[in-house]
């Protein structure tokens, strides 16, 4: 049997900068990927998406798309990328973010258990959005979650939490505290994951990514790439796309 990886987002930004090492390591590789036009204005597959990689143009919410895959391949690892990943747009389209992000993993789940398919394991992108403010520490060392800033904090241009201070982030004391919808879906990916892999003898795999950058980051997407944006406007003495 060829060992096989499947890509869901494969043709996104992280998929397409892992894709030449992918293809160097499975016989097969396949992207399922829906060309999603704020990534993917032209509709196109990516020049920087290895030629080796098969792309099959699917949306991870749709069980047919799975189906078919599925029928075709028997993935020993499964890197689950597609996701909706607007951090402030999820807050107006809550919806389309919970679809994606949470509906698109358990279907993919149910998919496994329809085709009787156990992957060695499921690799999930989840976020360092899942701890919000995280942990911050008094002048006595205690620590605190504050929470969210309200409104008017905001309003007041006030960041920091008084008498605070923020404290560097250790996944293994930081507690996950999402302040976005798009964090409290890529917490529930985590838990989907997780819950789902360890009754089904599936080593699950979860990283918690900072902001990714890189050559063949999308330069038309701004609900992505912050670093990107600075970049860009930084040479032309503009520190933040705001000023
Ligand atoms: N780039 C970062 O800085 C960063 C940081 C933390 C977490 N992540 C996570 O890493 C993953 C990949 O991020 P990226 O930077 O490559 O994003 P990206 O937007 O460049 O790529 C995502 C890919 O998913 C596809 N996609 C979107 N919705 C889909 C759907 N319903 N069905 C199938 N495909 C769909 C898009 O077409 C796109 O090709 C995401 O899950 C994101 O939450 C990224």
């Known amino acids: 049997m060829p060992s096989t990886c499947v890509v869901t987002g494969g043709a996104g930004f992280i998929g397409c900068a892992i894709s030449r090492g992918l293809a160097d390591r499975f016989d097969e590789v396949i992207a399922l990927d829906n060309l999603h036009p704020q990534v993917h204005p032209q509709r ?3 020049a920087a998406l290895d030629p080796r990689v098969e792309l099959v143009v699917g949306d991870v919410t749709d069980a047919a798309a799975w189906d078919a895959l599925l029928d075709r391949h028997t993935p020993q690892v499964i890197i689950h990328l597609a996701a909706e990943t607007g951090t402030g747009q999820s807050l107006t389209e809550a919806s389309r973010h919970g679809l994606v992000n949470v509906v698109g993993t358990t279907q993919m789940l149910d998919a496994l258990v329809r085709h009787e398919q156990r992957p060695q394991r499921i690799l999930l992108a989840s976020s360092r959005a899942v701890y919000g403010e995280g942990a911050w520490t008094d002048p006595a060392g ?3 979650y504050p929470g969210q800033r309200s409104r008017a904090m905001l309003g007041a241009a006030q960041w920091d ?6 404290a560097p982030h250790d996944a293994r004391t930081v507690h996950p505290a999402p302040t976005s919808v798009y964090a409290a879906t890529k917490l529930a990916q985590e838990h989907l994951v997780s819950a789902w892999c360890l009754a089904m003898g599936v080593r699950p795999v979860l990283y918690r ?3 990714v950058y890189g050559p063949g980051q999308s330069p038309t997407n701004s609900y992505t790439g912050i670093v990107t944006l600075f970049a860009r406007l930084a040479p032309v003495g503009r520190g933040h796309p705001g000023l």
Do not use: S, Y
């Open 44 to 46: 196109q597959r990516p």
């Open 161 to 166: 939490f008084a008498g605070l201070t923020p």
């Open 142 to 144: 205690a620590v605190h």
């Open 209 to 211: 990514l900072q902001n």
